[in-house]
């Protein structure tokens, strides 16, 4: 379960950070300041990139609330970067200051939504961090309140929620997650999804609700 969910994320990351600017409506000097830093990351230059972010946003201090706004000093959008890139360079250097890094991504991710409260892609990406630093707990509530804010919530986040919740050692709230998935998208639950709701069930000690589930793995699992 950890692999396939550390596989998905890597992929949802990459696309976030540039993805979501093109729909943005950034204010001009943030707008600049985001285009440079995409394009740094995109050339591998991670540290670059958040020495810019990291150096616009230092540009508040001081100044009003009118300025910070109009220039966009403070945007919402700047943290999740910042969130972003230090998340990816935490997961390349986990042995050395991955954790002091992922410290960092925590707290952007979190910015950015004190900002944002509903911006979809800051949810998900701080339940990574949070489930990558083993906050299981915590990684649970934030996808499920990526899945809850996104225009297209993703199955796949409230699966996540509940493995996280199964893994924080709370299976009754792990089934109420996976009972709630199968609620919202009854035609997306795969065979690898009904082995998790099985671990989820034996944890329970409800053996009997189950067995049908078990049944169906042994006849489809085949081959």
């Known amino acids: ?26 204010p001009p000097a943030a707008g600049i300041c985001v285009g440079r830093a995409v394009a740094l990351a995109e050339k591998g230059k991670t ?10 946003n230092s540009k508040k201090t001081g100044k009003t609330g009118a300025i910070i706004m109009a220039r966009g000093y403070d945007h919402y ?13 935490a ?74 919740r199964l893994q924080a050692g709370a299976p009754r709230k792990a089934f109420d997650t996976f009972t709630r998935l199968m609620k919202d998208h009854p035609d997306k639950i795969t065979l690898q999804w009904k082995e998790t709701f099985v671990s989820i069930l034996f944890r329970l000690k409800r053996f009997r609700q189950a067995l049908p589930y078990i049944e169906e793995l042994a006849v489809k699992s085949v081959g």
């Open 1 to 26: 379960m950890m692999k396939t969910i550390a596989v998905f994320i890597s992929i949802f990351m990459l696309i976030t950070g540039t993805a979501c600017a093109a729909g943005l409506n950034l």
């Open 47 to 56: 540290g670059q990139a958040i020495d810019l972010l990291e150096k616009f």
């Open 91 to 164: 997961r390349d250097d986990r042995e050395h200051s991955g954790s002091d890094r992922y410290a960092r991504a925590i707290e952007h991710f979190k910015d950015s939504l004190d900002r944002n409260h509903g911006f979809s892609p800051a949810w998900l990406n701080l339940a990574i961090a949070l489930y990558e630093t083993s906050m299981f707990a915590k990684a649970a509530e934030a996808f499920e309140k990526g899945y809850e804010t996104s225009d297209h919530p993703e199955p796949v986040h409230l699966y996540y929620a509940s493995v996280c």
């Open 77 to 89: 959008y700047i943290h999740f970067l910042l969130g972003n890139y230090y998340l990816m360079l």
